[in-house]
């Protein structure tokens, strides 16, 4: 299966649809799910294109990897979350509905299942979590 330059995250990239953005370096983007199953429910992308893991590279997944911890340190601090959740799903048959390459951060409390999939967030409550996350990030140490 090859890449598809016009799937969501790609327009994302080229900010032609708009999304709420928390952190960014030189290789990864990290902004809010539409579709949040736990309050602060992030994406981490690479810049560059890959479908999933299957045609990454390694650097691509190195570079994602240190930002999935860099944020999930800002989710802790932010949400004041018990533990944190990572997801990530390759190809239709493993449950990808989006096909550039991402990995699903949630903040977690112990006892609290996550919300089903599919139910869109209001965008202000997406920024005042984005907010949240974007004071934690620049205090982690
Ligand atoms: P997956 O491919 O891992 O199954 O899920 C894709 C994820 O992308 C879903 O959690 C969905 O809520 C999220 N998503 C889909 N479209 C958009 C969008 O336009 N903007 C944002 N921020 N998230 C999206």
């Known amino acids: 299966m090859s890449y598809d330059n016009d799937n969501i995250f790609a327009k994302i990239l080229r900010n032609e649809i708009p999304c709420e953005r928390v ?3 030189e290789h990864t983007l990290v902004f809010m799910d539409i579709m949040p199953r736990a309050d602060g429910h992030v994406l ?15 650097q691509q997944l190195a570079s994602c990897m240190a930002t999935v911890q860099k944020l999930s ?3 802790m601090k932010a949400f ?16 990808q509905e989006v096909f550039h390459l991402h ?7 112990a006892g609290v299942k996550l919300r089903p999939p599919g139910n869109m967030e209001k965008p202000e409550v997406l920024k005042q979590h984005a907010d949240r996350i974007r004071t934690a990030l620049p205090t982690l140490t």
């Open 80 to 95: 004041g979350a018990g533990g944190i959740t990572i997801q990530q799903f390759n190809e239709v048959a493993g449950g």
């Open 103 to 109: 990995f699903h951060v949630l903040p977690r409390q």
């Open 73 to 75: 340190h800002a989710l």
């Open 23 to 25: 952190y960014e370096d």
């Open 44 to 58: 981490v992308i690479p810049k560059t294109p890959a479908r999933n893991v299957l045609d990454a590279t390694p």
